[in-house]
């Protein structure tokens, strides 16, 4: 024995002990005394050495929980019995050690609280399950179950059945079927019950079946099979049983029943004809298409109920009787009943509805069936009626009756014509809203019936009522539809038909509304190059109830069809061509006509769409342009497009005269053209004749009118303006000494503009020196003789000059003043010869007058080079010019301060030109006419002694203080 210090092997140590001592035995005897009843068993018992069961632990019968009396099932002496839980050490009292122990010698066994574990009599102790043990095998599949709690004592058949047994078995195969309703032992061993199991070979791996001729020890999860003698399936139709279906597939009644039995019955005899699911009104009660009579059902006969005599069961269709007081064949139109047709024949609906009154494919000819030509009965009728088949539910029980959503009152079953209700029902509605119907069996007015002629609902009332736009017809979206006519017959199926725009059709009624894609009078119009018939439709379609403005059909602000876009950019509003059409609204009955209406322009491809784009004859803001063909883009610069010289390159302040219209038949000097768009443009913007330039082209351009335009909208006459538009004077034109002058331009000429009349009204010339002609025609031709502008005949149309006697200056101009003789040629003094650039002093009508004393008059403050003049900085040498001669720029800039300026004077000039030899070229200058050194100023000498010296030839200054040496070539470099 192992010497374990438990307390109960250590007493019974001591006894045995005591006992040797006694000399009455050895320990070896008590051992072998000891035997499995000494502590297991009844109390008493040498018949059952199995524990006690107990709810608890029974000190006095020595019971404990437990489920020993479930897996050992009768008593026993054997040990041998506990050793597939327990091991073999239980044959001994080797066991005896105080602990548990759960081992199989034979096979694994895995118990929850492991395989040895220390015992206890704890009443809340937790008690373990088995899952690998070979006797919880699964019987549904391979392996073992998770056995109950240990002494759970309502294991029973689940201990194993995880699938729960039922009166009937448990709920697998057929077990559930009703049919299968009965004892175990019918198709089982004896003894088998829903908590017995079977006297034999229950847990031997096989499904064991008796008296139903289905195989006889079947390997459990093998494939299930059928039972070929089973009594309860005898044959419906002849002698014998029939082969069930394989276990565990549906069957019900096709259990017996070779020929299906569906909600209406077998499909034998006049069953289906009956079409009636209430299997009870002519059979016994119960049944039903899935549920056997309550009696007499297996007893070989056909059981009719309602004075239907039963008969001898027979092969289908093998009967010829009739009934003739079936409550179920009334007369439709009068009491008592028809006789029926022979069982089995075919008959219909004629069956009860005879003579005139036959069903027809829309029904009878009684009251207003005609006029409703719908096939479809169950419109108005209960679920299930057709011309050939009865409605589902209360067909024979005296009353018309109609469904509920119609509103149509059941009433008692009357003769054809006597009655006068009507419906409130759907049929009889525009939408899915019900309307009233006629009385039934009258006459009815067309349309009317269900509806106003016009549907009242918001898109139907602008598209046909209160349209500004063309009205349309009902046909022009429904094919065949004539207002007031008689639609067609699938008007009344509950769908809408739209056969026209891409509408979704057919559609439900009562449904979303949805969108026309393709309709053309939701589109442009117009195709997007002119040649076809397609147009250009909305990229988001109205839908149909929804508010609509032009947009919604048509781009306004982007149509790219044709040269809209061009149009629409200068301007939106669309009647300038479109007569009626406004940005928001188009008031025409020509709208959505399918035509292109074009007014006003002279347009030459008005009509249908796809005829090709043509032009505008009338369109005055085409300026001197033929106008081109409508969507055919010229390439040429956008301004040129309507007005100028045609240019494809880029206009710049450099030629923006190409945008001015022009006249190449003009031969005067100054281009003037006698037709009024064109006048005297281009005379202003390219100064011809010898005028030096004024400033850049573009600020010619806005000296008359304002800021250049960035879209059409000047074009003159485009945009509701019949005659040319006033110029807005700006810049130069306005220029004035005492305050602004206010030009304008009326008859055709301008009038108070400085640049014809600086000594008018606020003038920089003395009011007294105003010109004999100062608002010249715009398209006079000879306003300034060919030839030498600078003389008194053409400097007097803008103002007096030194010559006219009448000419007043705080300067004096006589000969005396001017000994060389420029009473007639101010460009000594006034730069009136131009120059290159346009620079300041050197232009002509440029706002300010020159001279008396200002030195850029003639020349730059200082004289530069090309490049030392282009590469200026803003702000500094700002009355610089670009130098006469080459060379004659040289060194000015690096002699003179950046800030130097003209008001000046000769001050910064001093030190190296003496002021008394000045203007000594008569106004050329040329370099053998520059005068340097001054003998009297010392100011700059490097030796008082000598005198400053200038070599020409050498282009070098000697003895002057800024330089120690001869200077450098005045040119060097340069």
Same mark, same amino acid.
Not at 105 to 125: C, D, H, I, R, W
Not at 435 to 456: D, E, R
């Given at each position: ?71 050992? $099932? ?25 602990? @548990? ?27 373990? $399950? ?31 059945? /995880? ?21 175990? /032992? ?148 009068? $009491? ?5 047709? !022979? ?13 005139? +009154? ?33 409605? /589902? ?143 250009? +439709?909305?990229? !988001? ?90 969507? !055919? ?17 880029? @206009? ?73 538009? /006033? ?248």
């Amino acid at each position: 024995m192992k010497l374990l210090g438990t307390k109960a092997f250590s007493i019974n140590l001591f006894v045995t002990l005591a006992l040797s001592a006694a000399g009455i035995t050895g320990f070896s005897g008590i051992a072998e005394a000891a035997t499995c009843f000494t502590c297991h068993a009844t109390k008493g018992s040498t018949t059952d050495l199995r524990p006690v069961e107990s709810a608890f632990r029974n000190i006095t019968t020595g019971g404990f929980k437990g489920s020993h009396a479930k897996h050992i $099932t009768a008593p026993t002496t054997l040990a041998s019995a506990c050793t597939p839980c327990h091991g073999p050490e239980v044959t001994s009292t080797k066991h005896r050690n105080g602990f @548990i122990n759960v081992t199989s010698a034979t096979s694994s066994l895995t118990y929850s609280k492991g395989t040895s574990f220390p015992q206890s009599g704890n009443p809340g102790l937790t008690l373990g $399950t088995c899952s690998t043990a070979s006797c919880h095998a699964n019987v549904y599949g391979s392996g073992a179950v998770v056995s109950p709690v240990w002494g759970n004592a309502a294991a029973n058949c689940t201990a194993c059945h /995880t699938t729960p047994i039922g009166a009937n078995g448990p709920a697998t195969g057929s077990h559930t079927t009703a049919a299968h309703e009965v004892a175990c /032992t019918t198709c089982h061993e004896a003894g088998t019950s829903a908590t017995s199991m079977p006297s034999l070979g229950h847990g031997d791996g096989d499904i064991d079946i008796a008296n139903v001729g289905y195989p006889l020890n079947k390997i459990k999860g093998s494939a299930a099979a059928t039972c070929s003698t089973a009594s309860c399936h005898v044959d419906v139709y002849g002698s014998g049983t029939v082969t069930t279906p394989v276990w565990g597939t549906s069957a019900s009644c096709n259990s017996c029943h070779t020929v299906a039995i569906d909600a209406t019955g077998p499909a034998t005899g006049s069953h289906a004809a009956h079409n009636d699911s209430t299997c009870t009104d002519c059979h016994a009660a119960g049944t039903t298409s899935i549920t056997k009579p309550g009696t007499g059902h297996l007893d070989g006969s056909i059981t009719v109920t309602n004075g239907y005599p039963a008969t001898a069961k027979h092969a289908a269709g093998s009967y010829s009787g009739t009934c003739s007081t079936a409550s179920c064949h009334a007369d439709p139109y009068s $009491t008592g009943f028809v006789t029926t047709p !022979v069982w089995g024949t075919a008959s219909g609906c004629a069956a009860c509805h005879t003579g005139a +009154y036959a069903i027809t494919a829309t029904g009878p000819a009684t009251g207003s069936h005609a006029k409703h030509n719908t096939a479809n009965c169950t419109d108005c009728h209960l679920d299930g009626t057709t011309a050939t088949t009865a409605p /589902t539910l209360s067909h024979i029980n005296n009353s018309i009756t109609i469904r509920a959503e119609n509103d149509y009152p059941i009433t008692a079953k009357h003769a054809p014509g006597t009655y006068t209700g009507t419906c409130l029902t759907t049929c009889h509605s525009a939408t899915s809203a019900a309307g009233t119907s006629p009385v039934w069996g009258t006459s009815a007015a067309a349309c009317t019936a269900c509806h106003p002629l016009i549907p009242t609902d918001t898109s139907h009332t602008k598209h046909v009522t209160s349209t500004t736009f063309k009205k349309a017809l009902c046909a022009d979206c429904h094919t065949g539809y004539v207002q007031g006519v008689t639609a067609a017959a699938n008007h009344r199926n509950t769908t809408i038909e739209v056969d026209a725009g891409g509408y979704p059709s057919p559609k439900a009624k009562g449904t979303a509304f949805a969108s026309c894609a393709t309709s053309y009078c939701h589109s442009s119009g117009q195709s997007a190059d002119g040649t076809s018939a397609t147009p250009v +439709y909305a990229a !988001v379609a109205p839908t149909w109830g929804g508010s609509v403005a032009c947009g919604s059909c048509h781009a306004t602000t982007a149509l790219n069809t044709g040269t809209h876009a061009r149009h629409i950019a200068a301007d939106n509003n669309c009647d300038y061509c479109h007569s009626g059409a406004y940005v928001s609204a188009y008031n025409s009955a020509n709208h959505v006509n399918g035509q292109i209406d074009v007014a006003n322009q002279g347009y030459s491809a008005g009509g249908a769409p796809g005829n090709g784009y043509g032009t505008c004859s009338t369109a005055i803001c085409h300026g001197s342009f033929t106008p081109p063909a409508w969507g !055919v883009n010229t390439n040429y610069d956008t301004c040129t497009k309507c007005h100028g010289t045609g240019t494809v390159g880029p @206009i710049t302040s450099a030629n923006r005269h190409v945008v001015a219209p022009s006249d190449p038949t003009a031969s005067d000097t100054g281009k003037v053209s006698a037709t009024a768009k064109i006048g005297a443009h281009q005379t202003h913007l390219q100064y011809f004749n010898g005028l030096s330039a004024q400033g850049t082209e573009d600020d010619r351009c806005q000296a008359c009118h304002g800021p250049l335009p960035t879209s059409g909208t000047h074009a003159a006459g485009m945009f509701g303006v019949t005659s040319d538009p /006033t110029s807005t004077f700006n810049g130069l034109a306005t220029t004035s000494a005492g305050g602004t002058m206010t030009p304008a331009y009326s008859a055709g000429s301008c009038s108070n503009t400085y640049c014809h009349n600086p000594a008018g009204i606020n003038g920089t010339l003395a009011s007294g020196n105003a010109g004999v002609e100062p608002a010249p025609l715009w398209t006079e031709a000879g306003y300034i003789a060919d030839g030498t502008l600078k003389n008194d005949a053409n400097c007097n149309k803008c103002h007096k000059s030194p010559g006219n006697p009448l000419f007043t200056s705080t300067t004096d101009h006589s000969a005396s003043a001017m000994p060389n003789g420029i009473a007639t040629d101010c460009a000594g003094c006034h730069g009136h010869n131009g120059g290159a650039g346009g620079v300041a002093g050197q232009q002509h009508m440029d706002g300010i007058k020159y001279g008396n004393g200002s030195c850029d008059a003639c020349h730059g403050y200082p004289p530069m080079s090309p490049a030392k003049f282009s590469a200026r900085v803003d702000g500094t040498y700002i009355n610089a010019k670009v130098e006469d001669y080459t060379g004659g720029g040289g060194y000015h800039d690096a002699h003179l301060l950046t800030s130097v300026k003209a008001s000046e004077g000769f001050t910064p000039c001093l030190p190296c030109h003496p002021s008394s030899s000045h203007n000594g070229g008569n106004g050329t200058v040329a370099k053998a006419q520059v005068n340097v050194n001054d003998a009297a100023d010392l100011t700059f000498r490097f030796d008082e002694s000598r005198a400053k010296r200038y070599d020409a030839a050498s282009q070098s200054c000697s003895n002057v203080s800024c330089h120690y040496q001869p200077t450098p070539a005045w040119t060097f470099g340069l």
